[in-house]
């Protein structure tokens, strides 16, 4: 009995072990189930028009471009969801909007879908604020604005000179909220640009900057010594004291610390423009700038 036990046991095992390898083998041999693919691979695309956002300058063309881009950026503000979900469901996340209206100038502009990441990315993602020495600058605006606009400018360059009243036009809409400082940055291509921005500082010594400076935009296409002195003439200034600035390592120096400070920020052209401190990289128009000075200030 004992030894029918023992072979009972022993078929027993043999045939569990059989089983398990059979087991082992057949899973070995089936197919792997295929892996799901990414949930947004499989999302349709959400082609509802975003609130507040115009879309009529789109043809049916760039509609979908758009929609593609908006569906696939993520959240201007950080979060996991599109940019169209978060204009959508997070209305306290401004600058989703304004990337989402961005996105709309940007496919009329005819850019790429990388053109239009990479615009994103270095607008609302990638933009460190640095830190500008205003303490010499003229000033125009209100003084306790949240706003602050640096310009970095060139007398001679004809885009600074483009860009002025835009610049004015800003701080007219946002009479509260912008004010607008001036850093001189002569190129040394432009042979009369130094002199003309030591002329300004000489006449700022005089409390007319912007009176003189508006003179020298006038008159950018001949910035000659002489008519940079019957500029001073026209403006009232005491012309002899604006003489003796004008040749002082003081007014130099002044000129000379803005083109350090420029340089210092990586400047390479003008004009350059900060929003409390950070790089403005749009176009300079006022719909462009405007949209910019809302979102810092979260309207």
């Known amino acids: 009995m004992r030894?029918?036990?023992?072979?009972?046991?022993?078929s027993l095992l043999v045939f569990a072990c059989n089983k398990k390898a059979a087991d082992l083998a057949s899973a070995e041999a089936a197919p792997s189930p295929a892996a799901p693919k990414p949930a947004a691979d499989n999302a349709p695309?959400?082609?509802?028009?975003?609130?507040?956002v115009d879309l009529s300058q789109l043809d049916q063309f760039e509609r979908k471009v758009f929609f593609r881009i908006v569906n696939r950026e993520s959240s201007a503000c950080g979060k996991a969801h599109s940019l169209l979900?978060?204009?959508?469901?997070?209305p306290g996340c401004r600058k989703s909007f304004y990337a989402v209206k961005s996105v709309v100038k940007q496919v009329d502009s005819g850019h790429?879908?990388?053109e239009v990441s990479e615009y994103l990315t270095k607008r609302f993602r990638g933009a460190a604020r640095r830190s500008i020495d205003i303490a010499e600058a003229p000033m125009k605006g209100n003084a306790s604005a949240r706003i602050s606009l640096v310009e970095f400018v060139d007398y001679e360059c004809p885009h600074c000179k483009r860009v002025q009243p835009v610049l004015r036009q800003a701080v007219d809409e946002f009479r509260?909220?912008?004010?607008?400082?001036?850093?001189?940055?002569?190129?040394?291509?432009h042979s009369n640009a130094r002199l003309a921005a030591e002329a300004a500082v000489a006449a700022q010594k005089q409390g007319k900057f912007w009176e003189y400076s508006d003179q020298i935009w006038a008159n950018a296409e001949s910035l000659t010594p002489a008519k940079l002195e019957q500029i001073a003439k026209d403006v009232g200034l005491d012309v002899a004291r604006w003489r003796k600035d004008l040749e002082s390592d003081a007014v130099r120096n002044r000129v000379q610390k803005d083109r350090n400070d420029g340089s210092g920020l990586g400047i390479q052209s003008?004009?350059?423009?900060?929003?409390?401190?950070?790089?403005?990289?749009?176009?300079?128009?006022i719909d462009s700038l405007r949209d910019w000075i809302a979102e810092e200030l979260g309207r």
């Open 45 to 52: 695309v959400d082609e509802t028009p975003p609130p507040g």
């Open 85 to 90: 979900v978060s204009v959508k469901t997070d």
């Open 270 to 285: 003008t004009p350059t423009i900060y929003l409390n401190g950070r790089e403005y990289t749009d176009t300079r128009d």
């Open 176 to 189: 509260n909220d912008v004010r607008v400082y001036f850093k001189h940055y002569p190129l040394g291509s």
């Open 3 to 10: 030894r029918a036990a023992a072979i009972t046991l022993t």
């Open 112 to 114: 790429t879908d990388t």
